[in-house]
């Protein structure tokens, strides 16, 4: 079945740099889009990246994130593995960090699956 598993998060202090991970278990081109999300207590799981089959990526465009410019998504297809490098890290950004990815299916059908999470703490 399909697995997603993030990896690379941690405690790091404003300003600095984390690459996050996520493997699946299955070839990727099983999915039209992958994406990261992050999510805190309290609030809603919200998008910060996301790469398609095509190599469209979208970022988040909530004005709070400001996550353009500082992070960026991308993918190794022979690893099975999309990565989010995180640059100039705000303690806003602190989160627990979600891989997603959406299977293709018939026609406009999808599953998506998620990772457990891999938490991002920036602090000072």
């Known amino acids: 079945q399909v697995q997603l598993v993030e990896t690379g998060g941690g405690v790091v202090q404003p300003g600095g740099s984390l690459r996050l991970a996520c493997l699946s278990s299955?070839?990727?081109?099983?999915?039209?889009?992958m994406g990261w999300y992050r999510q805190v207590p309290g609030k809603e799981r919200a998008l910060v990246a996301t790469?398609?089959?095509?190599?469209?990526?979208?970022?988040?465009?909530n004005p709070s994130d400001t996550v353009k410019g500082r992070f960026t998504i991308s993918r190794d297809s022979a690893k099975n593995t999309i990565y989010l490098q995180m640059n100039n890290l705000k303690p806003e950004d602190t989160a627990d960090y979600y891989c997603?990815?959406?299977?293709?299916?018939?026609?406009?059908?999808?599953?998506?699956?998620w990772g457990l999470g891999t938490q991002v703490t920036v602090s000072s």
């Open positions: 997603k990815g959406v299977a293709r299916g018939k026609g406009w059908a999808t599953t998506t699956y």
């Open positions: 299955v070839n990727i081109g099983r999915f039209s889009l």
């Open positions: 790469i398609a089959s095509d190599d469209t990526i979208t970022y988040s465009i």
